[in-house]
């Protein structure tokens, strides 16, 4: 499994319209019903279930990036959306900086083993600092893919 395979280019938003956590979950949860990743009437549950898991604790790693996820019985098969804000989301993370990479990632609840995979999928690359830059800098969905796959051309993954 890479990331590049969990990850449609039509689910990643270069230019994220939302300001809050709240708003960016709520615009990437639209986008992943927009692409037919998730479906309409199961968006505000789902939506739900990631703000309730962020007032628990937050999924803003640090460094710039946030990976909010989670599973649910509305998700039939794992999928993910990016998004990236050029300038910044409170996220409450570690860090207390704000989040400018958001990887959301969701699976069904019966498949555990493959949701830690794609979270460490998710997290190794987003450790290092020059990939982290990399998308940053990235300002189309083509240029955010493009770095995902030379990041694991180049072994990230």
């Known amino acids: 499994m890479k990331l590049s395979q969990m990850l449609s280019q039509d689910a990643i938003v270069s230019e994220l319209r939302s300001s809050t956590r709240n708003g960016v979950l709520s615009e990437l949860v639209d ?7 998730l479906n309409p009437e199961n ?7 990631l703000i309730d898991r962020e007032t628990h604790g937050s ?3 640090g ?3 946030a990976v909010p996820h989670c599973q649910h ?3 039939k098969r794992m999928v993910m959306a990016v998004g990236r804000s050029t300038t910044g989301v409170e996220f409450n993370a570690l860090d207390k900086a704000p989040v400018y990479l958001i990887f959301l990632l ?3 609840p019966d498949d555990q083993d493959r949701h830690l995979q794609a ?13 982290r830059k990399w998308l940053r800098q990235a300002d189309t969905p083509q240029a955010i893919m493009d770095c995902i796959v030379q990041a694991e051309d180049a072994g990230a993954n």
Not at 31 to 37: I, P, S
Request: charged content about 15%; proline content about 8%; aromatic content about 6%.
């Open 31 to 37: 986008v992943l019903v927009a692409t037919g990743g």
């Open 43 to 49: 968006s505000k549950p789902v939506l739900k279930a």
């Open 59 to 61: 999924t803003g790693l």
């Open 63 to 65: 460094k710039g990036v």
């Open 73 to 75: 019985s509305a998700v």
């Open 106 to 108: 969701l699976s069904p």
């Open 119 to 131: 979270m460490e999928l998710i997290f190794r690359p987003l450790q290092r600092a020059t990939f």
